[in-house]
């Protein structure tokens, strides 16, 4: 195992805590902090592909910009097909600042599809890096972190797709 790889499971990691932390706390109905993580979420594996396939990549020199991300995931890792996201995860920073500060004329939409539309961000973002060893992940989809796995499943339509990926049961 490479520091990259130990790299990016670390980074790996820490996306799969706000991604689950995401999904609790929309099912909580408590959508403003599910917006927050789920771009928390979103952010930390977007910067976990690209540390695993550009060598030269700096996460601070891209900062929160996931469109940016976007296009250096599909420059780097090339998927098929290209990597996007729902322009409301990116608009004005809003998941970042208006679920956090108070500020006058500047609310948050949240939609409905939030969930899903992480999961198949999520799932999709995993899957184009090979490396997949000892993460909290792997052992949350194979059952090993059982009220993990629970949060994972619950109205999952990407959990499958992750079990065949990860070569879990």
């Not at 706390?25 to 979420?41: E, G, I, N, T, V």
């Not at 890096?129 to 059982?146: C, I, K, W």
Request: with cysteine.
């Amino acid at each position: 195992m490479t520091q990259r790889d130990q790299d990016y499971i670390i980074w790996q990691n820490r996306a799969l805590r706000f991604y689950l932390a995401a999904r609790n706390l929309y099912h909580a109905s408590l959508f403003a902090p599910a917006a927050y993580c789920a771009h928390q979420a979103l952010e930390l594996i977007m910067k976990a592909t690209l540390h695993y396939w550009d060598r030269s990549f700096n996460p601070r020199d891209a900062g929160h910009n996931l469109r940016k991300m976007t296009r250096m995931i599909n420059n780097k890792a090339r998927p098929s097909p290209p990597f996007t996201i729902p322009p409301y995860f990116s608009h004005e920073q809003r998941f970042l600042t208006a679920t956090r500060y108070p500020s006058t004329g500047h609310g948050v939409v949240v939609p409905s599809t939030l969930i899903v539309d992480l999961d198949r961000l999520f799932a999709t973002l995993v899957c184009l890096v090979p490396f997949q060893f000892n993460s909290e992940l792997t052992r949350a989809v194979r059952g090993r972190d059982r009220p993990a796995l629970l949060v994972l499943r619950r109205h999952n339509p990407m959990l499958r797709r992750l079990r065949r990926f990860l070569r879990a049961r």
